[in-house]
C-alpha cells in the first residue's frame, strides 16, 4: 500500500501564491499516476491536476495557466504550484495515487490527509 503525507496548504489573499506538497511512501508500482483533488464545502471533490509516471498531465479548466503540477521521483513527491489564486480555489485539497490495473487504472485510489487552502481577503 501507499501512504500519502500532504503539507503546504494555508491562507492567502487573492492573487497570491502557494505550493503543496505530497510525499508518498510505501509499494509504488511503475505504472502510476499521483495528482491533486479538491473539495469546496457542499461541493464534489473534483479533479485539479494529474500527472503521470510517464509525466503526462491533466488540469481542470478552471486551473489551466494558474496551477502547475511536478513530480521529484527521487523524493517520491508531487507537488501543485498554485498562482493567481481566487476565492473560487478555496477548499479542502487532498493528494491522490492511482495505479494501473490489468487493463486501464483500478477504481481503488490512496489519498492523503487533505490541507486546506483558503484564499480570502
Known amino acids: 500500500q501507499v501512504q500519502l503525507v500532504e503539507s503546504g496548504g494555508g491562507l492567502v489573499q487573492p492573487g497570491g501564491s502557494l505550493r503543496l506538497s505530497c510525499a508518498a511512501s510505501?509499494?509504488?508500482?511503475?505504472?502510476?499516476?499521483m495528482g491533486w483533488y479538491r473539495q469546496a464545502p457542499g461541493k464534489e471533490r473534483d479533479l485539479v491536476a494529474v500527472?503521470?509516471?510517464?509525466?503526462?498531465?491533466n488540469y481542470a479548466d478552471s486551473v489551466k495557466g494558474r496551477f502547475t503540477i511536478s513530480r521529484d521521483n527521487a523524493k517520491n513527491t508531487v507537488y501543485l504550484q498554485m498562482n493567481s489564486l481566487k476565492p473560487e480555489d478555496t477548499a479542502v485539497y487532498y493528494c491522490?495515487?492511482?495505479?494501473?490495473?490489468?487493463?486501464?487504472?483500478?477504481?481503488?485510489?490512496?489519498w492523503g490527509q487533505g490541507t486546506q487552502v483558503t484564499v480570502s481577503s
Open positions: 500527472m503521470t509516471s510517464g509525466l503526462s498531465t
Open positions: 491522490y495515487y492511482n495505479e494501473a490495473g490489468t487493463t486501464g487504472w483500478r477504481s481503488d485510489t490512496y
Open positions: 510505501g509499494s509504488m508500482f511503475s505504472i502510476n499516476r
